[in-house]
């Protein structure tokens, strides 16, 4: 069984809309961290979570630590080509190691 | 932010031979770790380089397959032994940055080697 589900694991959408990818767990972590990762490259690290209830933007994504630090939601608004890539969610436990969810891959049509 | 690079970008390898990847980071750094992100999958941990001993392995990855050197704080080589189709992917190297309060214990990837075995 996966620690971390991401869902969806696929969506295609098209230019200007607004999206929502969830990281669930029944486990808490102490941190939370979003990841996207474009083809031939490594994942590139878009923001660290680490209470709960919290809240990050960057630009138009806006990520969402649950009260319980149980889960986590990536929303992007006005979504753009640019955008495409594969976003992975990743939590710690402590000092355990960092444990990742299967990967929303993510295609923005023109 | 650490820098990592990883050479060689990208490498096709027969079956039975062996490849070692480089791992070089622009900053000392404590913890560095492998992967492998088989394609179209999320990423699985190999194992743990830890500089002055033996690679700490987790379940499914054993030393002989995948032998680990981590000579100094700043480089770390990955080896994959007798290679056959399944080890097919992409091996990337992490690094884990102490960070502030705000974003403690933060992991960096390198851009990773994309290896494909005939």
């Known amino acids: 069984t996966q620690l971390l589900e991401q869902s969806p694991q696929f969506l295609s959408i098209q230019e200007g809309e607004n999206l929502t990818v969830y990281c669930n767990s029944s486990?808490?972590?102490?941190?939370l961290q979003w990841y996207r990762q474009e083809p031939g490259e490594g994942p590139v690290l878009l923001v660290t979570?680490?209470?709960?209830?919290e809240v990050k933007k960057l630009k138009r994504l806006t990520f969402q630590f649950g009260d319980a630090r149980k889960d986590s939601s990536l929303h992007i608004t006005a979504a753009q080509p640019g955008d495409t890539g594969l976003y992975l969610c990743?939590?710690?436990?402590?000092?355990?190691?960092?444990?990742f969810g299967q990967g929303t891959r993510l295609t923005i049509n023109p | 932010s650490a820098v990592i690079s990883q050479k060689p970008s990208r490498d096709i390898c027969q079956r039975g031979t062996s490849l070692t990847i480089q791992c070089q980071v622009d900053?000392?750094?404590?913890?560095m770790f492998w992967y492998r992100q088989q394609p179209g999958q999320s990423l699985t941990l190999i194992a743990t380089?830890?500089?002055?001993?033996?690679?700490?392995?987790e379940s499914g990855f054993v030393i002989d397959k995948f032998p680990i050197s981590r000579p100094n704080l700043t480089f770390s080589t990955l080896t994959v032994s007798n290679m056959s189709p399944e080890d097919s992917s992409i091996y990337l190297c992490?690094?884990?940055?102490?960070?502030?309060?705000?974003?403690?214990?933060?992991?960096?990837f390198g851009p990773g080697t994309r290896l494909t075995v005939l």
């Open positions: 486990s808490v972590f102490s941190s």
């Open positions: 900053s000392q750094v404590t913890m």
């Open positions: 990743a939590g710690r436990q402590g000092a355990q190691k960092l444990v």
């Open positions: 979570v680490v209470t709960g209830g």
């Open positions: 992490s690094v884990e940055d102490p960070g502030t309060r705000e974003d403690p214990d933060t992991q960096y």
């Open positions: 380089a830890n500089q002055g001993s033996e690679a700490t392995y």
